[in-house]
C-alpha cells in the first residue's frame, strides 16, 4: 500500500527536517507507532500500537539523508509488515514555512496481523497519514498534540467516534487516560 | 460545577458536569463571572449544526477571572488573578492562518480537523461550547472553563469597566464590526444592515462608527427596531413594507452602497411560498440553509457595491443569484470574527465612549435559568434582545 500525504509547517526546513530526523519524535505525532529507538547512528527499532498490530516490531535504517533537504528510510531483516518511508523538505515560497512531503510503503500481509493492519487503515487510508503531518505541525508550531474535551487523548483522536461530549472529564476519566 | 449543556434538539439543560482542568501546557482555567447567549447558539439548539452530542457545554461569550495557568504560559501574558474576556475562536498564535490574522481560521486549535475538512474543504479553528466540528470544546455557559492558548487569546481587562460593557468583545462586537470593516465604508455611503439582532445592531453601531452617512436596520420585530432607531438608525421593517422598494426610497434610487448580512442561515421571509421551498429542502437535507437574507442584499446592493457575510451559514445553499452578483459587479466577502485582531481596539473605543455594548442587554439572568433565556431569546419573548447570564 502506497500513502502520499503533506502539509506546510511554519518553521524553517533545517529545524522541521531536524525535529523528523530524530526518530524517536515520530511517535508523539504518528499514530500507529508505540515508540522508536535509536539503535545507531542510521539504525533504529519501531515498535507499534495495538491497533496496528500488537507486538508488532521491526528494525529500520536511514537509507538516505540530505540535511534540510530529505530523509529515507526502510525496515530491514523480517518484519512482520515490511515498510519504507521517504521525506521531503522544501521551502515554501512564502519564505518563512517549509512543505513536508511524505510517502509510506507498507507490504501488508496475510493473515490476522494483515487484517489488522487493513483495519486499522480502514477504507480511507490517507486519512491516517493526513491527521499523523496534521499533529506533526502541531507539534512543530505549538509545542504540542492539541487537545478538547471531546477528543482529549491526542493522537488517539481518531478512535473516539463518537466522542464524548464537550464537557469536562472527571477525576476518573483523566486517569484511566486514553483507554477510557 | 454547573454547566449549560445541549441536551437533544431544542433542549439545553444546566446540570453538574466535573470541573474543567489543565490538558495542554498553555492552557487556563477562568473562573467565569459572566456569559451570554448568542444567537448562533441558537443555530445549535435549533438543530441545523452538525456534530453536536448530548451534554457537550454551550456557550461562546464569556469572561472571568484566572484561578490557574498552565506550565507554558508566561507570566508576562497570563497570570492567576487577571480578569479577562476570552475570544470565541481558539487560535495558536503561530500557524500561518494566525501570522495573517485570520485567527478564526488557525490550522493548528480543531482536533477534528479531519471532519471540519471533509465538510468545509479545509479545517477551521477550534470554537468553545460549538459542535464537534469546530473541536468538541467545552463552552462558557458554565462556572468555570479551560481556555486553550491562553498566552494568545484572553484579553486582559485592567480598568474599572463593568463586565457588561466587555463581555461582548468575545465575540457579536468584533463580529459586527468586522462586518461594518469588511464593507470598506467611505463618507457617502449608505449602509444596510439585515438583521437587528444583537450582532446586526453592532454592525450599524460600527458603521456609523467608521463614517457612513446613513444606516439602515432591516427586521420584522418591531421592538428590534425600535431599539436600532433609537441608536440612531433607520428602521425597515419588511412585515409591513417591500424591502427592495423601500431601500430604493431611502437611496435616490440607487440601492445600499453596502450591505450586511447579519441574519445567516435561519432567516425568516416575507414571502411565504419562498420559505415553505427553503425550509422543506432543509428539513429533507438537500439544503442546509434558509439564505433569504442574503438573496435580498445581493439583489438590492447598488451594482459595485459590497455585500458582507457575518451571519453564520454551515453548509450549501440554493438559489444564489450569481447572476445579480456577477453582472453587477458586487464584492461578497465573509468570515467567521478574527475577534482577536479587534479586541484590543474595540476596548479602546468602548473607554471612549465611542461604543456603548450594553445598550442591546434586556436580560440578566442566573446561569441555572439558562433553559429560560434561551426560550425567550428564541421566541422573542419580552422584548428579549441580548442575554447575559450569571454563574
Redesign the interface.
Known sequence: MDLTATTTVRKPASEVYAFWRDLENLPTFMAHLEEVRAAGDRTSHWSAAAPFGKDVEWDAEITEETPGERIAWRSTGDADVPNAGTVSFVPAPDGASTEVYVSLVYEIPGGSLGKAVAKYFGEEPHQQLDDDLRRFKQVLETGEVVRSDGAPWGKRARKEFPQRPAQPLSDAELAKGAQA | ?R?N?WSGRNKVEVRD?????I????DAIVRITSTAICGSDLHLVDGYVPTM?????LGHEFMGEVIEVGS?VPGDKLRVGDRVVVPFPIA?G???AC?AELYSCC????????IAEKMFGHPVA?IF?YS?LT?????GQAQYA?V??ADVGPLKIESELTDEQVLFLSDILPTGYMGAEMCDIQPSDVVAVWGAGPVGQFAMDSARVLGAAKVIAIDKEPYRLQMAEQAGHIPVNFDDVDVRSRLLELTGGRGPDKCIDAVGLEATHGSAHIAAYDRVKQAVRSETERPHALRQAILSCRSGGVVSVIGVYGGLLDKFPAGAWMNRSLTLRTGQCHVQRYMKPLLQRIERGELDPTRIITHTLPLDEAERGFDMFKNKQDNCEKVVLKP
Request: aromatic share 4%.
Open positions: 460545577m454547566a449543556t458536569v466535573p470541573d474543567p482542568k490538558l495542554n501546557h498553555r452530542q448530548d451534554g457537550d457545554v507554558g495558536c503561530a500557524c500561518a501570522a490550522e493548528n486549535t480543531n482536533p477534528n480537523a479531519g477550534g461550547g464537534h473541536g468538541g470544546f467545552a463552552g479551560r486553550p492558548f
